[in-house]
């Protein structure tokens, strides 16, 4: 890692939006489900709408003790500081999702092999605000891109 940053982010509807895209989806289909077979599969949306809200709060307001909201990094390593003033060094995850307009970063405390944790930073994404600088959005995703290693090719093995 060449050069140094410090991102920060705001809370963003955009981001919060993302976050409860999948508890909506959830929420979606037991209605779909309800309407085919059984009304008792109604019971699934509030625990949907309840984890939509919790990611929301979580991704998007940043109201979570455990949510991020910095990111600082130079040569030695990323760190990450939580909302409850925890700053801890991370390992990007390979599995992580670089965009233009959106860096979806899968990270675990440095030195852990398990305990991931996920945080959604957003560019300009239409009528949505980004809650990141645009210039430190652009650099965080060029110090990921270079950082990222080659996924191994395989060699078929006769």
Known sequence: MSSRIKLTLSPSVSAGLLATAPWVALASFSAAAALES???????MIP???????????????????SVIAITGDQTGLLCQ????????????????????????????????????VTLIT??????RSNAS?????????????SQPEHPRRTPSH
């Open 38 to 44: 059984s009304p008792l599969m109604l019971a699934f």
């Open 48 to 66: 949907a709408g309840l984890l939509g809200w919790k990611s929301f709060r979580h991704h998007g307001l940043l109201q979570n003790p455990n």
């Open 82 to 117: 939580l909302a409850n003033g925890t700053e801890i060094p991370i390992t990007i995850c390979g599995s992580s999702h670089l965009s233009s307009a959106l860096v979806i970063m899968k990270f675990r405390p440095a030195g852990r092999r398990s305990g991931s944790m």
């Open 123 to 128: 560019g300009n994404i239409g009528p949505f």
């Open 134 to 146: 645009e210039p430190d959005f652009r650099r965080l995703r060029m110090i990921l891109r270079a």
